[in-house]
């Protein structure tokens, strides 16, 4: 699976931004997709994920502020992220997971800027 992410950039606290991942098959295929992020001096943390079922998980640090979504016939996930604070500033990439013959396969796309200032 080939993932190409999009959005990100430069805002001010309290802004909002969407990042938008399209994957190069159809999402209904793959166990799950979601975005990833790592922030300067800080270990990748899972920000949120979608299951082709719609199941979601956030992380706790920004779940009411960011949703996560789908458009099955774009193979297109968002990540809608509202109320950014400072603190949410780091590189985003978006990310799928996929398991063959009981082998999981992660996939990365390119990762993208977001940087809140305060």
């Known amino acids: 699976v080939q993932l190409q992410a999009f959005g990100g950039g430069l805002v001010q606290a309290g802004k909002s931004l969407r990042l938008s991942c399209a994957a190069s098959r159809s999402i209904d295929s793959i166990n799950a997709m979601g975005w990833y992020r790592r922030a300067p001096g800080k270990q990748r943390e899972l920000v949120a994920d979608i299951t082709p079922g719609g199941s979601t998980t956030y992380a706790d640090s920004v779940k009411v502020r960011f949703t996560i979504s789908r458009d099955r016939a774009e193979n297109t996930v968002y990540l809608q992220m509202n109320s950014l604070k400072p603190e949410d500033t780091a590189v985003y990439y978006c990310?799928?997971?996929?398991?063959?013959?009981?082998?999981?396969?992660?996939?990365w796309g390119q990762g993208t800027q977001v940087t809140v200032s305060s």
């Open positions: 990310h799928a997971v996929d398991y063959s013959n009981v082998r999981r396969y992660d996939y």
